[in-house]
């Protein structure tokens, strides 16, 4: 609750909701944005480069080199930074996805 009070006290008080525009972004679209997600990941699983899946190819000739834990954060950051590119660009257009 805390939290809560302190993020609304931030926000709507202090007006320093700049701050947050990627949460906004994500959350304009985040049922298509899920779902896109899924099929991005899925289909880099399941396509291949020299017998590897994609996404465990970019792992290995890209990402390893980094170590293995920090290679993987990256990776994971890369993919949430592709994500809000895509959610960025749907918000600045106002396209907003609903089911």
């Known amino acids: 609750m805390v939290v809560?009070?302190?993020f609304i006290w931030f926000m709507d008080v202090k007006g320093k909701d700049r701050y947050f525009k990627p949460f906004v972004e994500f959350g304009s679209n985040p049922?298509?944005?899920l779902v896109l997600a899924g099929?991005?990941?899925k289909t880099l699983g399941r396509s291949k480069?020299?017998?590897l899946g994609t996404y465990q190819w970019l792992y290995q000739n890209v990402y390893s080199n980094l170590g293995s834990h920090f290679g993987s954060l990256m990776q994971a950051?890369?993919?949430?930074?592709?994500?809000w590119?895509?959610?960025?660009f749907l918000y600045k257009k106002k396209i907003y996805i609903k089911v």
């Open 49 to 51: 480069i020299d017998g």
């Open 31 to 33: 049922l298509f944005l």
């Open 4 to 6: 809560l009070t302190f």
């Open 85 to 88: 590119l895509i959610a960025h």
């Open 39 to 41: 099929v991005i990941a």
């Open 77 to 83: 950051i890369t993919f949430i930074v592709f994500m």
